[in-house]
């Protein structure tokens, strides 16, 4: 990519999140561009000059590389770079992804005054071994909190019973009006049981997920996205659609030549496959997996599978697996935000007495290894102390992103060049996939959004009580 001779015209309209917008190369399709966003109303007046920009985004590399790296394994991450991009290319830019942006994304603004971006391998385009004709499937799952907290200082004690994604639902659909959720008027937990292994488990929560993508689920076909939910709309999920771009991948055997398999039978092989490939050690070319026992955790009451866990009992994940090592990490969330805000409030009233030691405690970064000490070489008890409190606040920092953050898994056929070979042709195995597991979005969350995170926390939890969980 040559910086002085960026054409918008190369680029186009690849997706976003709340908090950037992500643009894809359209001939070097191994490259996205990742731009900040801004409140709309900013607009006129960016709310950070370039250099600020420029330190956020270094920021965003250094905490994914030095930091979620080491947590969550290296071979999941790509950190990628910051880039000084020409600030005439990056407003043409935005006027041209404009038109394709989602109504109810349009509250802000792709940031078109610093010319900073994160340039990343576009990880729905993956170049995973043999090249075939078939496009590459990627499939993008924002698992969200995988635990429900066992924290003495939680004070409602539903909160240990039903899992923050389903109270949180429940919240949306109580105050706002939404149309997107309240389809079906019940909760298909995903979080915690996605993180719950067992196949049939894992199986339940990708399907609910088909089901209801909302945010947290959307499948590319060669780097193109063809399925997620449209917020904001009515319109319903076309899965009929989705079958269609999907049986191709799965017709084998008899399927093959009577070119007959239901819908059922695809989205049961795609979901296996996908499973397969997340309990699996990040790549590779997709054996049978098979359920190894771990620890026991809570579940979610208000989860539908839970009748389903009576019957089946507990069971953990591999720990050489991405769920594993994203809930691992989420799990440094150890107090809960009730039992962190005090320590939050020890650190601010210290900053505000000693300004100067927010440098020094590292309080927005930088992200190196004296940070990862900080974290790490946290005493097991408050000895009362300005450093215990911080530490704990990156701890719950570093949580906070792995609960936010979305895995990519890749598939591209691996059996291609033996389509030939009749014997594989009528082959009654569901086909095999090669196949790459990243994990995306590991921006660091701003020391000043924890009180925010405590008021949300009670207005869910308390709307949750209210209502009794009932949907309006
Ligand atoms: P959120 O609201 O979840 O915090 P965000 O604003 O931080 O989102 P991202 O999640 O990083 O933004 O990016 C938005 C979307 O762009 C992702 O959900 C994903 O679909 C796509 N995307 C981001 N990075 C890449 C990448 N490296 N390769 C391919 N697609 C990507
Ligand atoms: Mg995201
Ligand atoms: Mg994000």
Partial sequence: MELDKMDENDWKYHGEGNKSLVVSHVQVSQLVLRLLKYPAEDSENPPQTAEQ????????????SNVMSSLLGEKFIHSGEVVKLPLEFVRQLSIKVQHQRPAWRCDKVMDIYSG??????????????????????CIEIKPKCGFLPSSKHVSKDIKTKVCRFCMHQHYKVTTTNHCKVHTKQKYRTTTVQLHLSGLQRMHFAIRHLIEEPQNNFKIFKGGQCIYSSKEGSDDSLDLNSLLHHLRPYFMYGNNRINSHMTGKAVLNDFIQVLVNALLSGGGGDGGLVTDRRGEGRSFCEASLFNKERIRHGSQGLPSDTVLFRILQTQMLDTLDIEGLHPLYRRVEQHLQDFPKERTH?????????????KLQKCPTDDDGSVEYAVAKVHQYRVAMTAKDCSIMVALVPSNEEKEDDEGDFLSSRPPAFSYSVSILDLDPKPFDSIPRQLRLDQRIVSCYLRTGGALP
């Fill in 53 to 64: 920009a420029f330190r956020q985004i270094q920021n965003i590399v250094d905490f994914s």
């Fill in 116 to 137: 900073c971006a994160l340039c990343l391998p576009n990880l729905t385009c993956p170049a995973l071994h043999q090249p075939t004709h078939t496009p590459p499937l």
């Fill in 361 to 373: 405690h590292q309080i927005d970064g930088p992200y190196n290894e004296a940070f990862m000490e």
